[in-house]
């Protein structure tokens, strides 16, 4: 027999999608099917059923194989490390929910560590330009019920947030959109001609690194003035009509993602499209959101920001919060050589980060907290799985824009796992006693 | 004016913040003193004596304490932080934050700083002699007040963002430079004397750009508006003139549109 278990919500990427139904087995224990879902989703559910999980931790021996310990023993690990250590980072925090999050920011007050989520290699630079000039910004709901013109600049949602258009950007009926994607304008600008540039209206094909310079031609634009005869590739001409497009709705979206705000030009380059979006406020509403990745990337921020005052790369080592990226941000840290002890939670840094960066983690005394084995499971000297976030635990997360979702437990995590924030307790409590302050 | 001279002896495993070395704080201090102020690795103070060598004395005031700073410090951060008179002279590469803040007096780098040298400088004199890294004479991290005075001079090259919400005071780089500079700026003046990249000037609001050598890519957003004779650091010559940002917002003085100016050596 199977039960239905509704309004599930999946813990994959920032769309946070809360409509979804899993049919698992009356003991609440296996997962047989996820509907609603898209492909990526789905396989994330499916994922924390493999026969082959690891479901204890394993510590690193001298000659490179494994031995598995207790939760106990891995949390004294852990606290000792964070104890010894001068300048231990304490990275990832995005696959997680916030109270484990909060859980985690009370080690590093106690270990005077660096934390850093993964905005550093993906929307800090979104966070830098915030604080810079400020975000005029919605939720998803305002955008199904009004946006009539939508811009997707270096982000590609077809395959990154596979169920953001159907379910917000382009294709619902809302309140004002009653005709769908029938009544929406779509404007994508990419270098590459995407699967979500080929439905656009107009495509602006950027050339590579020059988003910044096509920004700044759409202010001049905006006010009528002077542009020289091609902009970053594209013609002056497309430009000014894809300015008035913009200018004509009623209300209007800019959604960006990594190809802006990894690429050159970085926190400036949505800098200027936050500069774009409050010029075009001067003729119809405008607002501007980024496509966070990690399902609760968004929450890291929110957290570290309400504990801290800073969404990222915050330094704790002096008792005081400071955040400076280019110097207390994870690569810099790693890359120069200035942390001695690693903790991962919630986030794959051995795939994601630069070789050196890599090869560092691999060097120091380290901690990876993660469900799966990664290549930064790989690299560190104690890997400690733990139950499925939005699968075998619930909690808080946030969307990608901000608005908190409560995710739920949808089955058991296999006999005697713990979650990332039972297990943070531990450590917590452990590293308390050892810094005499229980 | 008395002279103090700090020498490196045990090189730190992290990188050091010693933001206590600067003519303000060493002031008034015999040796033995300034070797017992605090320093941090990560999370453990230590002294200056510990990774220093400290000889000399220091004069009663900033203004008459002069600080040489001796070995390898390439993993010190802030030398110079916030001082407001003196002189500072540091032999070899220094790393981040060197006279960030700094309000008054002189330093001279013979080697290469790295990034944030100078941030939000209000008065002073900045000389390196080597390059310089990203954010030279920058605002902090989200604040809209950058460099607002003094003279940062550098003989080599610079990295990216100099100059960024840059109010005043003067910046000039013999070499070349990366990518944005004098970004937001309302007001200040930038020479360079090599090469820029591209995003030269973005959102520039007041204030002046000398480029003697190429600019890879103008920005968009900066409209042609003639040619004149100009006398630049010594150097005359004829530079192309360009207004802008037209794109950003613009004060008004009497009746005129106040733009930030671009000149670029022909
Ligand atoms: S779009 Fe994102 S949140 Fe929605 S089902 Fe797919 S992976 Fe999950």
């Excluded at chain 1, 027999?1 to 409509?19: H, S, W």
């Excluded at chain 1, 394993?58 to 104890?83: F, H, V």
């Excluded at chain 1, 080690?107 to 800090?124: P, S, W, Y």
Aim: include cysteine.
């Amino acid at each position: 027999m199977t039960k239905i278990v509704t309004d599930v919500i999946c813990p994959f990427c920032g769309t946070l999608c809360d409509d979804l139904e899993v049919a698992a087995t009356d003991d609440g224990k296996k997962i047989i099917e996820v509907y609603n879902a898209c492909v990526i989703g789905t396989e994330k559910f499916l994922h924390s059923q493999a026969s082959d999980r690891v479901t204890r931790p394993r510590l690193m021996q001298a000659d490179g194989s494994y031995k598995e310990i207790s939760y106990d023993e891995a949390a004294e690990y852990t606290a000792q490390m964070m104890a010894k250590a001068k300048k231990p980072l304490m990275y990832g925090w995005s696959s997680t929910n916030c109270e484990a999050q909060s859980m985690g920011h009370e080690i590093a007050e106690l270990a005077k560590a660096c934390v850093d989520n993964t905005a550093a290699v993906c929307h800090g630079t979104t966070l830098i330009a915030v604080q810079d000039i400020g975000l005029p910004t919605c939720t998803l709901g305002e955008v199904k019920n009004r946006a009539d013109r939508i811009v997707f600049w270096g982000c590609n949602p077809a395959h990154a947030h596979p169920r953001h258009m159907s379910r917000y950007s382009i294709f619902p009926r809302g309140f004002f959109t009653g005709k769908g994607h029938k009544n929406r304008k779509l404007v994508v600008v990419d270098p590459r001609p995407t699967d979500t540039a080929k439905m656009a209206d107009i495509h602006l094909q950027v050339t590579q690194g020059q988003d910044y310079e096509l920004l700044n031609a759409f202010r001049v634009a905006l006010k009528g003035e002077w542009l020289p005869d091609v902009v970053a590739g594209i013609p002056k001409e497309k430009i000014y009509e894809a300015a008035d497009i913009l200018k004509s709705g009623r209300f209007g979206i800019i959604f960006f993602g990594m190809g802006v705000t990894q690429s050159l030009g970085k926190n400036h380059n949505i800098d200027e499209a936050i500069a774009v979006t409050k010029d075009l406020n001067d003729y119809t509403k405008f607002s501007i959101m980024p496509m966070r990745g990690h399902y609760n990337v968004t929450g890291s921020g929110e957290v570290m920001a309400w504990q801290f005052g800073y969404p990222y790369s915050v330094d704790l080592t002096r008792g005081f919060a400071r955040y400076n990226p280019g110097d207390t941000s994870s690569i810099d840290l790693l890359s120069r050589g200035d942390v001695d002890a690693m903790f991962t939670i919630g986030s794959d840094p051995g795939a994601h980060f630069p070789f050196n960066c890599v090869k560092k983690i691999s060097e120091l005394p380290s901690v990876c907290i993660d469900p799966h084995l990664t290549p930064t499971s790989g690299v560190s000297k104690l890997h400690v799985p733990v139950a499925f976030n939005g699968v075998e635990a619930g909690g808080s997360c946030y969307r990608m824009d901000n608005v908190p979702i409560d995710c739920r437990k949808v089955v058991e995590p296999p006999e005697g796992m713990l979650t990332d924030e039972q297990f943070l307790i531990m450590v917590r409590d452990r590293l308390k006693k050892m810094k005499g302050v229980a | 004016m008395e002279t103090i001279t700090i020498t490196m002896k045990n090189q730190p495993a992290l990188y050091l913040e010693a933001d206590c070395v600067s003519p303000d704080a060493f002031a008034g201090m015999t040796a033995a003193q300034i070797a017992e102020l605090s320093v941090y690795e990560g999370n453990v103070t230590g002294t200056l004596g510990k990774y220093f060598d400290v000889t000399g004395s220091a004069g009663t005031t900033a203004a008459d304490t002069k600080i040489i700073v001796r070995g390898d410090v390439k993993k010190v951060k802030y030398l110079g932080m916030k001082m407001s008179a003196g002189e500072m002279v540091i032999e070899g590469d220094a790393d981040m934050y060197v006279g960030a803040w700094m309000t008054g007096g002189k330093i001279l780098a013979k080697g290469s700083v790295d990034a944030f040298a100078a941030t939000a400088m209000k008065g002073g004199e900045l000389t390196i002699e080597g390059n310089a890294g990203n954010y030279l004479g920058a605002a902090y991290r989200g604040d809209w007040r950058g460099m607002s005075g003094g003279k940062i001079s550098v003989k080599g090259n610079a990295g990216s963002d100099i100059g960024m919400y840059m109010l005043g005071g003067e910046i000039v780089i013999n070499g070349n430079i990366d990518v944005h500079v004098a970004t937001h700026a309302e007001g200040g003046k930038v020479v360079i004397k090599g090469d820029a990249k591209s995003k030269v000037g973005g959102q520039m609001v007041e204030g002046d750009i000398y480029i003697f050598g190429s600019i890879d890519i103008m920005m968009p957003g900066f409209k042609p508006a003639g040619e004149v004779e100009l006398e630049v650091e010594g150097t005359k010559g004829k530079f192309a003139h360009f207004i802008g940002d037209m794109g950003e917002r613009h004060k008004k003085k009497k009746g005129q549109v106040i733009y930030a100016n671009l000149y670029k050596k022909i």
